[in-house]
């Protein structure tokens, strides 16, 4: 069983910056992949941003170049640094942890992150 647990959500202000940060409670060093999804109400949870065990990478098409997904094996943490907030970014955000590429995969409690003036 992996827990996650997310922080670093907030009020930001459009064109703003967050950073999210997902502590796990275990190695994820051999994960197959760590990633970011969010959800806005009476919408589907969607991919922000994925990274995995070789370090490649993929974003959502709405975050690119904008977001950075990274993990530090070591601390067994991953990050999602937002640059250039939207209001359109408003959403619960959730870390995800897939450790074989197939389920089960591993959901924390979510972090709100709300994007207003």
């Known amino acids: 069983q992996v827990q996650l647990a997310e922080s670093g959500g907030g009020l930001v202000q459009p064109g703003g910056s967050l950073r999210l940060s997902c502590a796990a409670s275990g190695s994820i060093f051999s994960f197959y992949a760590m990633g970011w999804y969010r959800q806005t109400p009476g919408k589907q949870r969607e991919l922000v941003a994925a990274?995995?065990?070789?370090?490649?990478?993929n974003y959502a098409d709405s975050v690119k170049g904008r977001f950075t997904i990274s993990r530090d094996n070591a601390k067994n943490m991953v990050y999602l640094q937002m640059n250039s907030l939207k209001p359109d970014d408003t959403a619960v955000y959730y870390c995800?942890?897939?450790?074989?590429?197939?389920?089960?995969?591993?959901w924390g409690q979510g972090t709100q992150v709300t994007v207003s003036s």
């Open positions: 990274i995995r065990r070789t370090g490649s990478t």
């Open positions: 995800n942890a897939n450790p074989y590429g197939a389920p089960p995969d591993y």
